[in-house]
């Protein structure tokens, strides 16, 4: 199992980004999907999450219409746009998979149920 992201990096306060993930094969067509975060000193905070068709998706408030999370299964990879980034939302971005049923509920994110975990990849914005 291997989750590798990119697409990180320094942007100032307004602009885009596009971060991926690279899966694994078959994950992103089994696993609930889903964007991380975390700033040094604070816990990981889920972002958004994507079901395993696509069709459901999840977002925290901060980001929503800003950030779109998607899927392509076919390629196993997730993807996260971001627009309109602003400084606060500067930290490491992990990609990390959960049980197909996560993305059917309206829940919170909740750490301990995401069981595989990329190594982050890195967002400035100033």
């Known amino acids: 199992v291997q989750l590798v992201e990119s697409g990180g990096g320094s942007v100032r306060t307004g602009g885009s980004l596009r971060l991926s993930c690279a899966a694994s094969?078959?994950?992103?067509?089994?696993?609930?999907m889903g964007w991380w975060r975390q700033v040094p000193g604070k816990g990981r905070e889920g972002v958004a999450r994507?079901?395993?068709?696509?069709?459901?998706?999840y977002y925290i408030d901060s980001v929503k219409g800003r950030f779109t999370v998607s899927r392509d299964n076919a390629e196993n990879n997730i993807y996260l746009q971001m627009k309109d980034l602003r400084p606060e939302d500067t930290a490491m971005y992990y990609c990390?998979?959960?049980?197909?049923?996560?993305?059917?509920?309206?829940?919170?994110?909740?750490?301990?149920?995401?069981?595989?975990w990329g190594q982050g990849t890195q967002v400035t914005v100033s």
């Open positions: 990390a998979a959960a049980p197909a049923y996560i993305c059917k509920s309206d829940l919170d994110f909740r750490e301990h149920e995401w069981y595989y």
């Open positions: 094969p078959y994950m992103t067509a089994v696993f609930c």
């Open positions: 994507i079901a395993m068709d696509g069709e459901r998706t």
